[in-house]
């Protein structure tokens, strides 16, 4: 059975310092998709236009055509996306039976538009995570 999305959210550390009501809310806006084991979830250079925390299964990483990383629940990837909008940085495939929550920009702007609070929050979470990724 799948965890609702405020559960798999709570586990997110891009929203740690959410409020707990703030983040019910949010979750409210998160769709659920499914994708098969093989099936491409996002392509490298494509158009991003989604934030993907997955809630059961496994998924993998590559860049160049070179698998990176492997993802499982409570994983997250397509932050940015939510912002600019720009290509995807890299490749997600499932590697196994996948459930995934989704939330497009334009279901986020809005919320962040009438929760200022929670901007300032993920603001700092994502200049941690930059900065990490900077130093690695």
């Known amino acids: 059975m799948a965890r609702a999305p ?6 997110v550390p891009l929203f740690a310092g959410v409020e707990d009501r703030d ?3 949010l ?13 491409d979830v996002v392509t490298e ?6 934030f993907f925390v997955i809630g059961d299964g ?15 629940p409570g994983d997250y990837f397509g932050e940015i996306a939510l912002v600019d909008e720009g ?12 459930r995934c929550y ?10 962040v538009e009438e929760h200022p609070q929670v901007a300032w929050v993920l603001l ?13």
Do not use: C, H, M, Y
Request: hydrophobic residues 35%.
């Open 23 to 25: 983040l019910e809310r």
């Open 45 to 50: 250079g494509s158009t991003g236009t989604s």
């Open 6 to 11: 405020v559960d798999v959210l709570r586990n």
């Open 102 to 111: 989704f939330l497009t920009p334009w279901e986020f702007r809005p919320f």
């Open 124 to 136: 700092q979470n994502l200049a941690r995570r930059l900065r990490s990724a900077q130093t690695v």
């Open 58 to 72: 496994s998924a993998t990483v590559s860049v160049g055509g070179e698998e990176r990383d492997n993802l499982g």
């Open 87 to 98: 290509v995807r940085s890299a490749s997600i495939k499932a590697a196994s039976d996948l």
């Open 27 to 39: 979750a409210q806006r998160f769709q659920e998709r499914t994708f098969s084991e093989g099936a």
